[in-house]
């Protein structure tokens, strides 16, 4: 649980952990065709749509896939294309 009770508190859907929305990446989904959806990470949480949050673990983003979470937790059928959220996380794992 978060240090600050202010502190809006979301849930991984890769682990299913609930933690501060700082601690965790927001990402959405952009239409890239008819039922094609990319993930697209929104760190400054201002994109339009509604959002989903997975800790900026690689683990994480392998369970949240194991289980198709992402169609559940934005709302949509179709296909998922988490490449671009993939690399935002391998890239935050390398610079830590």
């Given at each position: 649980m978060p240090?600050?009770?202010a502190a809006p508190v979301r849930t991984c859907i890769g682990c299913r952990k609930?933690?501060?929305?700082?601690?965790l990446?927001?990402?959405?989904?952009?239409?890239?065709?008819p039922d094609q959806f990319t993930?697209?990470?929104?760190?400054?949480?201002?994109?339009p749509g509604r959002g989903?949050?997975?800790?900026?673990d690689p683990a994480c983003l392998v369970l949240a896939e194991r289980k198709r979470a992402f169609g559940?937790?934005?709302?949509?059928?179709?296909?998922?294309?988490?490449?671009p959220l993939a690399e935002v996380i391998a890239a935050v794992g390398t610079s830590q």
């Amino acid at each position: 649980m978060p240090a600050d009770p202010a502190a809006p508190v979301r849930t991984c859907i890769g682990c299913r952990k609930r933690a501060s929305s700082s601690e965790l990446l927001r990402f959405v989904a952009i239409e890239s065709s008819p039922d094609q959806f990319t993930a697209v990470p929104d760190p400054a949480r201002k994109r339009p749509g509604r959002g989903a949050h997975l800790h900026p673990d690689p683990a994480c983003l392998v369970l949240a896939e194991r289980k198709r979470a992402f169609g559940r937790a934005l709302r949509l059928t179709g296909v998922f294309d988490s490449g671009p959220l993939a690399e935002v996380i391998a890239a935050v794992g390398t610079s830590q």
